[in-house]
């Protein structure tokens, strides 16, 4: 059964940066493409930003483009979210996923909180 976990979470000031990660288990890491989603208070949960199965290519929210980077470590099953530059709108609980396809993911980890203060 495939678990997702993702940690690196918490309180920052605005500016600042966090690195998210998201530890994969029981599937082929490598098989999957990867993304990454999050939900403010209030709001439907909206994409932030997706990597392929090599992680040769991304895609990102334009919300996110410049300030945010997915990498994956195949090598590790381990996926992350490098966000730099930090806004108070990017407050939220960050989830990742993973899919055969883009758009067909089937599993979510259980999200971790990101608080931006200003």
């Known amino acids: 059964q495939v678990q997702l976990v993702e940690s690196g979470g918490g309180l920052v000031q605005a500016g600042g940066s966090l690195r998210l990660a998201c530890a994969a288990s029981?599937?082929?890491?490598?098989?999957?493409?990867m993304g990454w989603f999050r939900q403010a208070p209030g709001k439907e949960r909206e994409f932030v930003g997706r990597i392929s199965r090599s992680g040769g290519i991304t895609y990102y929210a334009e919300s996110v483009k410049g300030r945010f980077t997915i990498s994956r470590d195949n090598a590790k099953n381990t996926l992350f979210l490098q966000m730099n530059s930090l806004k108070p709108e990017d407050t939220a609980v960050y989830y990742c996923t993973s899919g055969i396809s883009y758009g067909n993911y089937d599993a979510w980890g259980q999200g971790t909180q990101v608080t931006v203060s200003s």
């Open positions: 029981g599937r082929t890491f490598s098989n999957y493409v």
